[in-house]
């Protein structure tokens, strides 16, 4: 194998390497720190590397460990000791996690190597990584066009065999959608199957830990680690993980999949509704029972998650008032004034803006009108998904409605921003669980490929049964097997004996 061969591998093949001794985990590190240094001035995708740290990791890790001697990136609102956590905001720039997440305590447990923090919109809150504080994460099959967000650093760096796998967040879609524009896969585990430990907070009861890989069994390889029970978060699940590798390679006849006549309305890119019809026929071909459901309430599924998610913001980024960590204003007059210059410098605008909106809606007189309301609708989305999965096994749909968008397209314009998560921001509200995979391309203006990503969406705690439905879809299509122009690059030969 050449060295600039081996950071194309997938986590699978990579093991099988590792496990064989093939490699070591010192030269693994090593040829990933060469080609982030190679690729990353182009695409961005890291905000901080500690490759000393990752080559001390390497020399003791257990390469017989499920993940051992696999670097994994992480997603800069996740914590890990002694490294940056700035959420990619100014005013954590300087801050220093002190202990490390939970998600982080067990992949090391299984043998995974901590490597570099991802970008990503300042607080988890964006749908293109253009609200970085920081700088833009450029999408690897377009560098003029965004990776996706709010996990758009994660994404690309999988996108460009900049990271073997990285971990992101999914509130309203924030795993699904950048893996959909940046070409690689995304699963949102359901509410409390990963500990939320160690997450810094953007909406409570929304937030979930989830892997961005380059196949299907690499996302099931991952969440076999971080799953499971955590006495530090209150809402983590206490239900027994099952190996989520184990029946990947089952047969998908006879399963029922349902297709939301909701999810294919008049607003869907016509390349996107080709690429997902295409898809739908693809699973018939194998077996599947394509059936029509409804999710009657949809179309109020952005307000109300705009309601919760700001108002549960507003909250929790009331901790970062200039007086026990991150940025301070310098000579406050009093409290007050140190309180609203500390966040007048420290947060941008999509932040202030979701703050704004979640306080006046938790304000006296507005609450009812506003808050509660939004909580009742989301009872009545969650009941839609609970009647729909009453039919079939699970659902069927586009992760986004458009491919990668250029930058600034939609900068200026918050409500079509928000609407890149339109089909991904119900199944956060009801707090299933859900998988972007590739599932073809579309072609720009200028003939540059763009990922067009499918979306498997299932009951809460059923990740086995979409992993498999995702993976069954996956290896019988080559959609995956395409590289972005920068990952070509690296991706002349694979490795022989690994597996796919």
């Not at 830990?209 to 069994?217: S, Y």
Request: hydrophobic share 40%.
């Amino acid at each position: 194998m050449k060295w600039s061969d081996l950071p194309a591998l997938n986590v699978a093949e990579l093991r099988a390497a590792l496990r064989s001794r093939q490699l070591s985990a010192r030269e693994v590190v090593e040829a990933l720190r060469d080609r982030i240094a190679e690729i990353d001035p182009r695409i961005d995708a890291y905000l901080s590397l500690d490759v000393e740290d990752a080559l001390t990791q390497a020399e003791t890790v257990d390469l017989d460990l499920p993940l051992g001697g696999v670097p994994i990136a992480f997603k800069d609102i996740i914590s890990v000791a002694g490294q940056p956590c700035t959420c990619a905001s100014k005013i954590l720039q300087n801050y220093r996690a002190i202990y490390d997440a939970a998600v982080v305590e067990k992949l090391k447990a299984a043998g995974a190597i901590v490597f570099g923090k991802t970008n990503m919109d300042e607080f988890a809150m964006g749908s293109s990584t253009e609200n970085s504080s920081v700088k833009l994460t450029r999408n690897p099959w377009d560098l003029t066009r965004v990776p996706g967000g709010s996990s758009g650093g994660s994404a690309a760096a999988v996108a460009a065999d900049e990271a073997f796998a990285a971990l992101g967040t999914d509130t309203g879609g924030s795993v699904r959608q950048p893996a959909a524009l940046s070409g690689v896969v995304g699963l949102k585990p359901s509410y409390g199957r990963v500990s939320r430990f160690g997450l810094v907070a953007f909406a409570s009861s929304l937030d979930q830990a989830g892997p961005l890989t380059k196949t299907v069994r690499d996302a099931a390889m991952i969440l076999n680690a971080i799953a499971g029970a955590d006495p530090r978060d209150s809402t983590c699940r206490k239900e027994s993980v099952p190996d989520y590798t184990a029946n990947l390679d089952r047969k998908l006849r006879g399963t029922r999949l349902g297709l939301p006549k909701e999810y294919l309305t008049d607003g869907i890119d016509p390349q996107v509704r080709r690429a997902v019809n295409a898809a739908v026929k693809h699973f018939e071909s194998l077996g599947a029972e394509i059936v029509e459901v409804s999710l009657p309430h949809t179309e109020y599924a952005v307000a109300t998650y705009y309601m919760i998610a700001s108002a549960e913001a507003s909250a929790n980024l009331a901790r970062f008032d200039g007086v026990r960590y991150g940025h301070r204003a310098e000579n406050p007059r009093d409290l007050l004034d140190l309180y609203g210059r500390t966040r007048e410098e420290g947060f941008g605008p999509e932040v202030k803006r979701r703050v704004i909106l979640g306080t006046y809606v938790l304000s006296a007189g507005y609450y009812d009108e506003y808050y509660n309301r939004a909580q009742k609708v989301r009872k009545l989305i969650r009941q839609d998904f609970v009647e729909a999965f009453g039919k079939i096994d699970a659902l069927i749909s586009p992760t986004a409605p458009e491919v990668a968008f250029r930058f600034g397209e939609r900068s200026t314009d918050p409500l079509r921003m928000y609407l890149a998560d339109v089909f991904t921001i119900a199944a956060s509200l009801a707090g299933i669980c859900g998988i972007s995979l590739p599932c073809g391309f579309a072609t720009s203006g200028e003939g540059t490929e763009l990922p067009i990503g499918l979306q498997v969406l299932g009951k809460p705690l059923k990740e086995a049964q979409i992993l498999q439905i995702a993976h069954g879809y996956e290896q019988s299509t080559d959609w995956h097997k395409r590289k972005s122009p920068l990952a070509k690059e690296n991706a002349e030969r694979r490795t022989p004996n690994a597996q796919s």
